[in-house]
């Protein structure tokens, strides 16, 4: 930890979350003010890498500043009123729940900016595609700043037509289609939620999210926080996705470029977590817990189904799709995100929080290897991969093949690796819920988590069998192996999961003091 002034703070939380979108807007000028290229293309695409540099540096420094001795209190504050009669505030500011997931944003984004630099997907001129990156960036970090009931939701919304434009002019085949299921999904969920929390502001009197998590649900009676927790549980629970509200997913990560899968992945499915343990657990309670053995009903559901798909997927002549197949696997995971927090306790949230951050390195490393698969082979079709082009990967690309059977296993939960940690907790969790919910559910419900992290290995190491190990023909021609610029775009994706999996109190530390204080009530 280094010694900022809090001024200084404020103002770098405030760049990291408006930067982008300035960024975005100067990418659209005749002349980008980016540093020269060969051409005006490269130009802007040195932009973008540029600004996105610029945020995750500021996001770096933000996190040495912050005040790891009191990882609970609201750091970075600035508090504006905005729109008096309705007593909405420009608020911002982080803890130690929200910094991990602003760091992991300004990084992913980085990267993807870099790898696209190198490797532009086919499409329209790349002045829009830098642009909606930015704005995809500055929405989702906001997201994670905001203080505001109104401004996360304007936040939450954002992300959404850049989301929808990256899909739509830069993704493959069926593209259109997944484009239109994804905001039409995401779309209506909103609407539900955003009914929620007016219905919460405007019961409280306020929508001011620091208020109102000190407050803990006491201005409001049963039946408002039960009907809140189902209207913005319906909207978080799409971003999730939550099965049965997954079924966007898998199209629209197949049909994504690969840094749209990336961000996807591993940002955006982290802001329906987010919200669920921002908003609803601290501000509604009561009605939370109403809903919590439901909610861990449906997440182990998604387990074993996301699972099961994954495993119809790998099965040799099942026509899969390697892309697809890591879609269904988020399903699974973040199965285990919301069964955490359904357990209401630290243990289950903090493994939640855990597996936010984990995920998004160890599935965002899946995608960048399926996308150069694709880019090498002209294929994410398994069974193309495993008998024509792809067989033995180990022989025809072993660092490409190493690096895929890593990301393999860590993501199917090997121990010392980030992986482990917030399914493990989840579980723990689950074997002893919060106060007034049923044990005995859980137990179950934690029985059957256990069950899907069995058949998670199993489809992992059916991928990484089919795709990377065989005899490879002295004939058989050579891929290109890992690039210097796939090498700078993911190395730091393996070197912190590694040091997640090794050194979990980094993360566990940041978390558990704020998790601890707003389950027991309150929150400064």
């Known amino acids: 930890m280094i010694d900022i002034n809090e001024s200084v703070m404020q103002f770098l939380l405030a ?36 600004v996105t540099g610029a945020v995750l540096i500021a996001a770096i420094v933000l996190a ?16 504006i009123s905005w729109i008096p009669a309705l007593d909405v505030r420009i608020h911002l500011g982080i803890d130690g729940i929200s910094l991990p ?35 995809l960036e500055s929405g989702t970090l906001a997201t994670f700043a905001v203080l505001d009931l109104l401004l996360f939701f304007l936040a939450f919304e954002m992300v959404l037509i850049p989301m929808y434009f990256l899909i739509a002019r830069w993704g493959g085949e069926g593209r259109s289609r997944a484009a239109w299921r994804f905001i039409l999904y995401t779309l209506l969920g909103s609407v539900v939620m955003l009914l929620g929390l007016l219905l919460i502001g405007l019961k409280a009197g306020t929508f001011d999210m620091m208020a109102l998590a000190t407050d803990n649900g006491r201005s409001l009676t049963t039946s408002v926080q039960v009907i809140a927790v189902l209207a913005i549980g319906i909207g978080l629970a799409v971003k999730t996705p939550m099965w049965p509200l997954h079924s966007w997913l898998p199209d629209a990560h197949t049909a994504a470029p690969t840094v749209g ?33 439901y909610l861990a009903a449906l997440a182990v559901v998604g387990i074993i189904y996301g699972s099961l798909a994954c495993l119809a997927l790998a099965k040799q002549g099942a026509k899969g799709d390697l892309k697809r197949l890591i879609a269904y696997s988020s399903v699974g995971h973040m199965g285990f995100v919301l069964l955490g927090i359904a357990t209401m306790t630290p243990t289950g949230v903090n493994g939640a929080l855990f597996a936010n951050i984990a995920h998004g390195l160890i599935t965002g490393l899946l995608f960048f290897l399926v996308g150069a698969l694709k880019d090498r082979t002209g294929t994410t079709d398994l069974d193309t991969l495993a ?46 819920p919060a106060a007034g919910l049923s044990r005995p559910a859980f137990l179950t419900f934690m029985a059957i988590g256990a069950f899907g992290t069995l058949l998670t290995a199993a489809y992992l190491l059916v991928v990484v069998r089919r795709v990377c190990m065989g005899a490879l023909p002295q004939d058989a021609p ?40 707003f389950l027991a009530g309150g929150t400064r």
């Not at 591993?266 to 921002?278: P, S």
């Not at 566990?508 to 704020?514: R, T």
């Open 261 to 293: 899968s990336v961000l996807l992945a591993g940002v955006l499915l982290k802001m329906g977590t987010y919200g669920f343990v921002r908003i609803l657990l601290p501000i509604a309670p009561d009605g939370f817990r109403t809903f919590a053995p």
């Open 101 to 135: 997931l602003l760091v992991l944003t300004a990084l992913l984004t980085f990267l993807c900016a870099l790898y696209s630099y190198f490797k532009l997907p086919e499409g329209p001129a790349p002045k829009a595609f830098v642009a909606l990156l930015l704005v």
């Open 64 to 79: 040495l500043g912050f005040d790891h001795d009191q990882p609970s209190r609201m750091q970075a504050s600035t508090d």
């Open 15 to 50: 760049f990291v979350v408006v930067g982008p979108l300035l960024g975005a807007v100067a990418a659209l000028l005749p002349a980008p003010p980016g540093l020269k290229g060969k051409s005006p293309e490269q130009a802007v695409l040195r932009h973008g890498v540029t």
């Open 478 to 517: 050579r891929l290109t192996d890992v690039r210097g610029y796939e090498f700078a775009a993911w190395t730091p994706l393996v070197v912190l999961t590694v040091v997640a999996g090794l050194w979990p109190k980094a993360l566990l530390g940041l978390s558990n003091p704020a998790v601890q204080q």
């Open 387 to 432: 008998e024509e082009t792809g067989a033995a990967l180990y022989g025809k690309a072993p660092r490409l093949g190493g690096l895929l059977a890593f990301a393999a296993v860590a993501s199917l939960g090997l121990p010392g690796l980030a992986g482990f940690w917030g399914e493990m907790l989840a579980l723990f969790g689950a074997f002893q």
